[in-house]
């Protein structure tokens, strides 16, 4: 079926690991604990980075957004885990919780992650590694991964029974790598893998199975291979426990080498990049951001005023993404008016950490950014320009004003540092400028977790989302890949990319 491959002797083939909210501290105990072999060959042998920075907000959309096209939300646009799509005046719900996509209709829920997030909320000016790759004709292939725009075409397979249920709403074809296999939805080829409707503690197996097939058949030369149930794993359980589940997707990363005769064996054709596209933190109280902002008339999910509330007009929509939150003003004309309004409340709300805005200019342009803590004060920020007095580790000057403890700031040598909110400056500023983001962003206290439109939370368990350190920094690790010159002295998840494409002479 497959062309022959377009072979560059000494680059070979590469894989993509994502390890879902994999977390430096639990990789290292796995490693520790015997329980993650393959990783650790890889620490061993590689490149080990313990603190590379996610996306703001922290959560899965957003980040898999920068993995696959190297930048940040201001050019990708995908803002959160949900958001409100101001041209189509509703919300959108990539699946917080099965609970939240009920509140929306399972169909809707469905059809925005399958097709919407893809086709029509990634911008189409920001090419996946999958398109560039595709069109340089190296053989790309994915397993099931919220992003795989790519130039290949796929039907929905007709014979399975998540698309026998849903054939109302699956039945369009989507562009894909040359190799896709997507839950029980597409299959570029028979394989023989099951994918158990896609739910979780299967997912792996599946993406496992597949990949170990397209290693035996030689289908790649590029495989994005996701592992997510570490993330639903640990939102359960807790960050501690994903020694397990560390554990588990290294079993499956065994199976896909072993597919090529063993470690030795795959290492010496394949580079790996094994990934986490953020970390998780333990939740133990949550805020309910609806019912706090409520006397503000808060759109609910059925297009009518949240439940309890119903006397009063909507005027804003409430975003939870997990540990951060988006709020956005429904009338164009109150819109400072009402941000000031949503600013004022927020501040005051228990385990509210941070509240962000944006400053616009007599022409609508984003002017300043505000950081505002509620304990620490409120640092004003644009980037570089005539003032830019200060630069942060990776290299970007900007012009801050006020409060530098807001952020835990300090300056060093004409350096900013904010070890406990890491690349805070650029995170804030691509969340705020994003067309999709909302007018008051809201990141929480560690401990704390906004409840989704399904009233669920983590409690107990771990989640992530939000600007602090400890859900920001994943474990990154570099096996016969190419390091750039010189090194970011500080690594984030949007520097993936371009490693992926120089590894292929595309950088
Ligand atoms: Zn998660």
Partial sequence: MSSSPPHRPGTGK????????MAPEMLERAIDAGVAPVLE????????????VAAFPSVTPVC???????????????????WFHREEHRYVEYGSSFRAAQRFGIA??????????????LSSQTPTVFETLDDADVRTAGTTYLM???RHRHEPQRDTALTRVASALIRHPVMGPRELFYADIFASRRTGCRSGLGMPGVRDKHSGCVSAYMVEHDLFDFLLLSLPDND????????????????????QLARVMNAAGGIDEFLDEHAVIAMADHSQAPVTDTIALQD?????????????????????EPRIAVCPSQRAAMVYALHEAERDAMRASVVALALAIDGVDLVLWLERDAHDAPREAVISSPARGELRFSPGGVGGNIRDPRGISWSIDGALAAIDGSIRGGLLLTPSYPDALARAWAALTCPNSGEVLLSAAPGYEFIDWGRQAHVGGGSHGSLHASDSLGA???SGVELPEPEPALWAIRDVAPLVLGHFGLG
């Fill in 14 to 21: 590469l894989v993509l690991c994502v390890i879902d909210a």
């Fill in 148 to 150: 795989y725009r790519g």
């Fill in 41 to 52: 060959r890889l620490v061993r042998d590689g490149r080990y980075i313990p603190d590379c």
């Fill in 476 to 478: 990154l690790v570099l």
């Fill in 292 to 312: 706090e902002l409520a006397e503000l008339g808060v759109l609910g999910p059925a297009r009518t005023a949240q439940d309890g509330a119903a006397a009063l």
């Fill in 108 to 121: 809707r829920q469905l059809t925005d992650t399958v097709y919407n997030m893809n086709r029509a909320h």
């Fill in 64 to 82: 898999a957004a920068s993995i696959v096209t190297g930048v940040s939300q201001d050019r990708h646009e995908i803002p959160g885990m949900n």
């Fill in 232 to 251: 639903w794993y640990s939102h359960k359980r807790g960050p501690d426990a994903q020694v397990h589940s560390i554990g588990q997707a290294d079993l």
